[in-house]
Nanobody, 116 residues
């Protein structure tokens, strides 16, 4: 069974940092692009980052470029999203995603709240 499980969200002050994890099961992440999306209250889900495979670079949305860093540990079948200099507008539910066998697979999401 293909499954994605996010963790690591929470409440952080503006300027702070958090690292999200996405543990995958049922398939090897090493051969798949893994993506992070987020959805803020009242807004549509938006792309955050695509973590490429060995030969492909990681791609970021302009809104997070220079502040967020995506990475993967294929031995743990896990991807990460390191988020620095967080802003209130980063508040959202963050989702891990993979396009597997012609279907989108989503995790349950992890809430990130940036507030003083």
């Amino acid at each position: 069974q293909v499954q994605l499980v996010e963790s690591g969200g929470g409440l952080v002050q503006p300027g702070g940092s958090l690292t999200l994890s996405c543990k995958a099961s049922g398939f090897p992440i090493s051969v798949y692009h893994m993506r992070w999306y987020r959805q803020a209250p009242g807004k549509e889900r938006e792309f955050v980052a695509r973590i490429g495979t060995l030969d492909d670079a990681t791609v970021y949305a302009d809104s997070v470029k220079g502040r967020f860093t995506g990475s993967r540990d294929n031995s743990k079948n896990t991807v990460y999203l390191q988020m620095n200099n967080l802003k209130p507008e980063d508040t959202a539910i963050y989702y891990c995603n993979v396009y597997y066998l012609n279907s989108d697979v989503w995790g349950q999401g992890s809430q990130v709240t940036v507030s003083s």
